[in-house]
């Protein structure tokens, strides 16, 4: 089992930040900011001396909980300050996105630092859409065309021209491309979609933040999918990003779960929440109907002293097919860094060197 | 000829060309637009429809295929190429653009580069003038065929009535004159082509993987490629809109065509 650490440039959240989504930007903090991406260096830093294979990066926008609009410039500052861990883009979310600037600044992230990237391609949560004004309902095809568009992009030898319908280019000819083959990809999700498309593409797949067994049905339904193909993914072709509570034993994780907050920090309002949910009918796993997240609290996959995480570890391998686990152990958001600290050293020392062989 | 969808601006006629009596389909004013076809024969489409709005669309049907009756003089694409352009002649065309399909690219860019002063551009959809090893053309029921031309089969409304007689006959004719999969010949004649070609290739074409079009990057001096999203081998018909589009500007503008002039003020 690899392990990832799931970075989100962690602002120290003000106790008296109103609790609605958008937040304003009169309460953001500028010292605070540049302080959160000054510790996004050391917990990479950190993780990589214990042994971390991955660090992770998201796009997020208009959130004072993980404060990285663009993975691109999260990646590019981090790389410079490591040395082996892998840095992923869990990832650019495409259909909001032009897809040949993806698919351009992927291609040179791959080539500032070659063999050191994993990239994610990304649907995105509802709520993302309100920020760059893109239609709900237009989300899944324009995330379907934009990842064939990129890596069309990064594989074409000639110039070439893509009458799409939704983007649509006279000429695409990337300077410069990726490595060739390009680092390693994932599509990101649970949707049927997102299990072919990385299936026809023989792409990895990445699923996050659900309970054991829709997690498993996500990666099934991929699995014979890339069957269909005539090809069988590996370990390292699956991926899973969840949140993990770990405490020096089972009682003192099961106290960390219950005092935690059990609302979400920045919910949309309930009018809102509810046309968004409306307008977004097509997210499903493995082809079966689900209701968008909007504003949800977001689930703990694992929790317990080392010995109980260990074997919910080996259950995701088993159950799942999971090779590389994206871990959060805190909340983003928690303004504890201390704690967090702690929790990744003891997951360093007392459950990464067990798991290595699962 | 099949006709699918709305397509009564169509009319029908027969020109005598070469020792052949030529089927054609014709609709609309302007320049001349001349359709060559597939090995599966001619088929109208609302591609042709909306082409016809801006275009003299004249639609063959090659001898050896359909009402263009039995062929066993013509021995090659280069041979077709010259009754082609008999037929076309003969329609008083002193001027026009080829647009052809599959089959017949190797027709079309034979006429190109053998008539230069008659061919202003030349749009090539999915063609087969440089297959992939051993490939044939397709066949069985129509529904078998669909699997094969099309990324979406589900969303064909029609499909053509089942004529496996028929297709015998056209496949034998086919397989007699379409050449080896790569030919030297022709392509030493597009290297030398300076004709304006547009390349189309749909991201989901079975027959031809649309990997191809990087040869025809790589053999046309001016070559522009370009990959319609979504579509299987026959593109015109499974997106007929993103196909005219690019057609009709190419057409228009050549290579000027990669300059964008959609105008993107939301509110002056």
Redesign the interface.
């Known amino acids: 089992m690899k392990v990832s650490y799931f970075e989100t440039g962690r602002y120290v959240l003000p106790p008296d930040l109103a609790r609605e989504w958008p937040v304003p930007p009169a309460a953001y903090d500028p010292g605070d900011g540049a302080e959160a991406f000054r510790g996004m260096v050391d917990r990479v830093q950190f993780v990589e001396r214990l042994g971390f294979d991955w660090i992770s990066l998201s796009e997020h926008h208009y959130s004072p909980r993980i404060l990285t609009p663009s993975p691109v410039v999260s990646a590019a500052w981090i790389a410079a300050r490591v040395n082996t861990i892998k840095i992923a883009l869990l990832g650019p979310i495409v259909p909001t996105s032009n897809p040949i600037r993806i698919a351009e600044e992927l291609a040179m992230l791959d080539t500032l630092a070659p063999g050191r990237f994993v990239f994610g391609l990304l649907r995105g949560t509802t709520n993302e859409y309100l920020s760059y004004d893109l239609n709900p309902t237009e989300a899944r095809e324009r995330t379907d065309e934009g990842m064939e568009l990129i890596l069309k992009a990064w594989t074409e030898p000639q110039p070439f021209g893509w009458q799409g319908r939704y983007f649509q280019y006279r000429t695409v000819s990337l300077w410069p491309r990726p490595q060739q083959p390009p680092a390693p990809t994932y599509v990101l999700g649970t949707s049927a979609e997102a299990g072919a498309f990385a299936a026809r593409h023989h792409l990895g797949l990445g699923v996050s933040y659900g309970n054991f067994d829709s997690m498993a049905r996500a990666t099934g339904y991929y699995r014979q999918q890339c069957a269909q193909y005539g090809w069988s993914p590996g370990p390292d072709d699956i991926v899973w990003r969840a949140n993990m509570i770990l405490g020096e034993t089972d009682e003192a994780a099961e106290n960390a779960l219950n005092r935690r907050d059990k609302q979400a920090p920045f919910p949309v309002r309930a009018g809102l929440r509810d046309a968004l949910i409306a307008a977004d009918t097509t997210r499903n796993i493995a082809g079966q109907s689900q209701r968008a997240n909007v504003g949800g609290v977001l689930p703990i996959s694992f929790c317990g002293g080392p010995d109980r995480v260990v074997d919910q570890i080996r259950r995701a391998r088993e159950q799942i097919g999971v090779g590389v686990l994206d871990l959060s152990l805190t909340d983003p958001g928690t303004g504890d860094m201390d704690a967090m600290m702690e929790g990744l050293d003891l997951f360093g020392r007392s459950v990464l060197p067990r798991i290595r062989e699962i | 000829m099949t006709l699918q969808g709305d397509t009564p601006r169509f009319s029908e006629g027969f020109v005598e060309a070469d020792g052949f009596h030529i089927h054609y389909m014709s609709a609309g004013e302007g320049l001349p637009l001349i359709h060559l076809h597939g090995a599966g024969g001619p088929r109208l489409t609302p591609a042709h429809d909306k082409l016809s709005r801006q275009h003299r669309v004249i639609a063959f049907e090659m001898p050896g295929f359909g009402r263009s009756g039995h062929n066993t003089r013509t021995s090659s694409t280069a041979d077709m190429a010259e009754t082609m352009h008999a037929a076309i002649r003969a329609l008083g065309v002193e001027r026009c653009n080829l647009w052809a399909t599959s089959f017949g690219a190797r027709v079309a860019l034979w006429l190109a580069a053998r008539q230069p002063t008659l061919v202003s551009a030349l749009v090539l959809e999915a063609p087969a003038a440089i297959r992939p090893a051993g490939q044939m053309p397709p066949s069985g029921s129509p529904e078998e065929v669909a699997r094969m031309i099309y990324a979406h089969p589900e969303r064909q409304a029609s499909l053509p009535a089942a004529d496996l007689a028929g297709q015998a006959k056209t496949r034998e004719f086919v397989m007699r004159v379409r050449g080896p999969d790569r030919d030297a010949d022709l392509e030493a004649a597009m290297r030398r082509l300076e004709t304006p070609v547009l390349v189309?290739f749909g991201?989901h074409d079975q027959l031809m993987p649309p990997e191809l079009?990087?040869h025809y990057?790589?053999l046309l001096a001016n070559g522009?490629?370009?990959?319609?999203?979504?579509a299987g081998h026959a593109i015109s018909t499974e997106?007929p809109e993103?196909?005219v589009?690019?057609t009709s500007d190419f057409l228009e503008r050549h290579e000027a065509?990669?300059?964008?002039r959609v105008g993107t003020v939301k509110y002056p």
């Open positions: 189309l991201t079009g990087r990057k790589e522009h490629l370009v990959f319609v999203y979504d997106r993103a196909f589009e690019v065509f990669v300059i964008n």
